[in-house]
């Protein structure tokens, strides 16, 4: 394990983590840009994650994400993910931020995990744009919406929306005032989520990078760490002397 890193972990005192698809991957969620598989395998995600696909055909995008949520039944969170619960513990300021719309950081026990891009277990309405926890089933697809009878959908953000205010608001001060910041399991494309690591740089902290492959933050971070995020994080938490 890098001494470097392992010395900037020991003496920090406020770490803030961004994750990506990498980190579930171990879990068997595909990462976004794997191949769809089975039914989903001649549609690509761009052109189902969308408003527009999703007024042009309905159905068939909440089918795509009742199949996803259908598959979150069937993983559990990896020891990637119950590292990340472990870190938490060692420090008086440590913020999650992901990515990931499966909810497996909270399911191994993150408490405050900020959600930029939502939770395909949550549902909202596509008009009003609130979160709506329980609805009648009619059998319709999509559902409709018990306050306003417009359809409902996932709580994510689709390609060509805004994230959250609060979440990216509170993911950029995080980002900013941490010693350590860890980018894990991300290919660091897709913005604004990928500027964060930009503002951990600029603020002066030491940015390590956990991934499979080099991505366009690789050359910029203060550290890059190539592996499994289910390996190399537990690894990580034994040489720090956490585990
Ligand atoms: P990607 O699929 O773009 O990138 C996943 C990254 O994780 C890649 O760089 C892989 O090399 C790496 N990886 C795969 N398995 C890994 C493992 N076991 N351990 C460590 N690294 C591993 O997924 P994201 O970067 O999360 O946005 O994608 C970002 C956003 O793009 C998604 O949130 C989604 C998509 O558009 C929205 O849906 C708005």
Redesign the pocket.
Known sequence: MDAGVVAALRRAQRVTVLT????S??SGVP????AQTGLWANFK?EQL?TPGAFRQDPKLVWEWYAWRREKLHTVEPNP?HKALVALARRYPEFTLIT???DGLHQRAGSKRVIE??GNITRTKCFDENIVVPEWTETGEVPPRCPQCRGHLRPD????GEELPDEAINEATRASGACDVFLS???????YP?ARLSEVALRSGATVVE????E?PLTRNATFSLR????M?LPELLRAVGFA
């Open positions: 990506g698809a990498g980190v991957a171990e990462t976004f840009r794997d995600p994650a990637g990515q990931n719309v930029l891009h994510v953000v689709w390609f894990i399991g991300t290919s660091s494309v897709v989520a956990i991934n499979s492959d991505t592996g499994a995020s289910g190399v």
